[in-house]
């Protein structure tokens, strides 16, 4: 439904590209993010699909039409492109209704009357906000202004929806609420969306599949739980959670040597730089088997018990120290030794980029 080749982007002026060779192909229906840190790139890719920038090479097609091309230097303006979107800062005019600000596209394309007011209330029953039709958009919480946003993206009924960080100008309470409500009215509707974010939880939480980027690049790209169990590079690996990083000192067959202990693990070990794992799939003990593979041990530091869970801090023999999420109901006892185990299937093998 999407589909990006080879995109690259320079600023005018600018000495670095701002989006080097991304490549990315939307299934229709299918939400993807992208995600990364700021200044990585998301928000230049995101406005070359909307038309919004020009790229310096590539090519993008939505739907049957191809509305970029870099060699035949073709390119399809904003309004002729079937998309609709939603930013960050709402921007929606604050002298008009609720209405009036989600009637507006329709009134721009010359739909009927009659259209117009139907299209409008559906648009609005979706997003719950059928009866504030008539309030001034200056008199709406920020949450209800997202919402404006949302409504009048939709109204448009294109099959390609782009989203811009939409939540992030929300409190965290409502942001968690409208992350749900966002995915779930977007997959209602049918729509491809393309969202982009910097919150990996959010990432974690919307997408069918998350392509990570860093540096004007894609570096990776999966649906949420791979990225999460199985990232490739270190990057992916402490990007999208916690994460404890061991270098290989040395790497023979499936067994690995760091510089904190030797580990084996479910595969060969060929091209690999890091093992990393996450501190919830670390198994801490105190009155288990100290010996066995993958085990390592050493002193607990500290126990702060959180709720959820308690989060342990280890302090290696060779003194580097190691975050552990530990169920809430093992009882610790800080300062004393401690075995950590981490289970093959955990751990997490990592290239050298
Ligand atoms: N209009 C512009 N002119 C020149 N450089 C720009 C322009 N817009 C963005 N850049 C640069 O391009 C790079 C990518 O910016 P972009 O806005 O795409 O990042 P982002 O991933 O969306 O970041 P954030 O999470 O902070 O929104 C940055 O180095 C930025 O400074
Ligand atoms: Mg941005």
């Not at 000495?15 to 992208?34: I, K, R, Y």
């Not at 006892?333 to 075995?339: A, G, I, N, Y």
Request: charged share 20%; with cysteine; proline share 5%.
């Amino acid at each position: 439904m999407i589909e990006c080749k080879d995109l690259w982007l320079t600023y005018p002026g600018a000495a670095q590209p701002s989006v080097c060779g991304v490549s990315l192909a939307l299934e229709p229906g299918e939400f993807v993010t992208l995600l990364g840190p700021s200044g990585c790139g998301k928000t230049s890719t995101l406005r070359s699909v909307a038309g919004l920038e020009t790229p310096s090479a590539g090519s993008i097609r939505i739907g049957e039409s191809v509305v970029f091309d870099g060699t035949r230097g073709h390119q399809t303006p904003t309004h002729a492109r079937d998309i609709s979107m939603v930013f960050q800062s709402y921007a929606i005019w604050p002298h008009m209704t609720v209405q009036q600000n989600v009637a507006f596209p329709l009134e721009i394309a010359r739909l009927s009357r009659e259209q117009i007011r139907s299209q409008v209330s559906e648009a609005l029953r979706m997003v719950g906000l059928d009866a504030l039709a008539e309030r001034s958009a200056t008199q709406l919480s920020g949450g209800q202004q997202q919402r404006v946003a949302i409504a009048r993206a939709l109204v448009r009924r294109s099959g390609v929806m782009l989203l811009d960080e939409p939540l992030s100008n929300l409190d965290a309470k409502l942001r968690e609420q409208m992350r749900l409500e966002l995915r779930e009215l977007i997959k209602t509707v049918g729509l491809t969306a393309l969202y982009v974010t910097h919150d990996q939880e959010e990432a974690l939480m919307l997408s069918d599949r998350i392509a990570l980027m860093s540096a004007g690049r894609i570096v990776e790209q999966g649906t949420p739980l791979e990225l999460y169990l199985h990232p490739s590079t270190r990057f992916g690996a402490t990007f999208l959670g916690a994460a404890e990083v061991f270098d290989v000192v040395r790497a023979r067959g499936r067994e690995i040597d760091t510089a904190d202990g030797a580990l084996a693990l479910n595969q060969d070990t060929t091209g690999v730089a890091h093992v990393a794992i996450r501190p919830e799939a670390i198994l801490a003990t105190q009155s288990g088997d100290p010996h066995g593979p993958n085990r390592w041990n050493g002193r607990l530091i500290s126990a702060i018990f959180s709720g959820r869970q308690q989060q342990l801090v280890v302090e290696l023999a060779g003194g580097r120290r190691v975050n552990v999420l530990a169920p809430p109901t093992t009882a610790f006892r800080v300062q004393e030794p401690v075995t950590l185990e981490l289970p093959a299937e955990r751990l997490m093998p990592l290239a050298r980029a």
